[in-house]
């Protein structure tokens, strides 16, 4: 009766050590070794039967600047595979502007979760945008390799930014593509940019001149929502599916003070399953990192008055 949802009383959950009747010291030390500790926020809201930390916008949309620019957002999946269709045939090469300084790839990999490649230039402004997209969705691990290759024949990038977090298939395609010998005298050893995110990452220095380091999501997203707001990095009109997990980014701080970055589902009820726009663009953050960071020449207001 009492654990019943009515429409005028809101249902809380009871902490788990007030229930006297099948909660045991076990139980509560096999909780801190399953959430990795008293701190976790796991273990705050389902044991101990707290509420969560609130959650805010990293991403307003009016911070996006959005532009008018051609733009693609390719798919192939097992679906495609199933059917005997080839992945040069679904997906196609669209040239990119003639005057760009520079351009990079940034892979999110997966097998089951999809692969996020996005092909970014930079252009004489030093401003990047996103100019295609290609999602590959349950495909091999050597056909996401030659598409790779396939891609990189074609538009010729500086470096390629790529996900070797454990579990995604990034690292062992990274060492094929490196030393295997279908790639030799492509220079992949010095394109590619392993990403983990697991790790901690050189963030700056303190007042001393000590090292001060930062998970790699955290610092990375950081990093592109400075970008994005002082419009260094552009989306284009028709990138729907970009703007709306961007303005979707959310960050909330643990129990231990650490700020932890995430996807909100379109509903708002939680984190999205599909964060891996977001983890491209992690990728190509920490790609870039050794760029010198806002080189633009400030425009000054007209002085107003005297000044001594």
């Not at 019943?4 to 030390?29: C, D, H, L, W």
């Not at 990293?58 to 097992?78: A, D, H, K, L, M």
């Not at 963030?203 to 001149?209: I, L, R």
């Not at 400075?226 to 028709?238: N, P, T």
């Amino acid at each position: 009766m009492l654990d019943t949802q009515t429409p005028k009383f809101k249902k809380y959950r009871i902490p788990a050590p007030n229930n006297v009747m099948g909660y045991s010291y076990e139980n509560y030390m096999d909780d801190l070794r399953k959430y990795g500790g008293e701190t976790d926020d796991r273990f705050q809201n389902l044991v101990l039967g707290r509420h969560g930390a609130a959650a805010y916008q990293v991403i307003p949309r009016e911070s996006i600047t959005i532009e008018t620019y051609p733009f693609t957002n390719q798919r192939y999946s097992s679906t495609n595979v199933n059917k005997g269709v080839k992945w040069d045939i679904v997906l196609t090469r669209t040239p990119l502007p003639n005057d760009l300084r520079r351009v990079m790839f940034a892979i999110d990999t997966g097998f089951t979760d999809p692969t996020v490649i996005h092909i970014l230039g930079q252009d004489k402004k030093y401003i990047w945008r996103t100019y295609h997209r290609y999602r590959l969705t349950r495909i091999d691990f050597n056909e996401q390799q030659n598409i790779i290759h396939w891609l990189d024949e074609f538009y010729h990038p500086s470096n390629i930014a790529i996900d070797i977090s454990a579990g995604g298939g990034g690292a062992p395609m990274m060492h094929n593509m490196v030393s295997g010998d279908p790639y030799k005298g492509r220079g992949y050893n010095k394109k590619f940019i392993g990403v983990q995110f697991g790790i901690n990452v050189l963030a700056g220095y303190n007042d001393d001149g000590d090292e001060l380091f930062q998970e790699t999501k955290t610092y990375a997203a950081t990093q592109l929502a400075a970008m994005i707001q002082e419009g260094r990095l552009v989306f284009s009109e028709i990138d729907n599916e970009g703007i709306s997990q961007m303005e979707r980014v959310a960050k909330k701080r643990t129990m231990g003070g650490r700020d932890v970055f995430f996807v909100l589902s379109e509903k708002g009820s939680g984190a999205s399953d599909d964060d891996h726009i977001l983890a491209s663009y992690i990728c190509f953050i920490i790609g870039i990192k050794e760029e010198p960071i806002n080189p633009f020449i400030r425009r000054l207001g007209k002085p107003v008055g005297q000044y001594t």
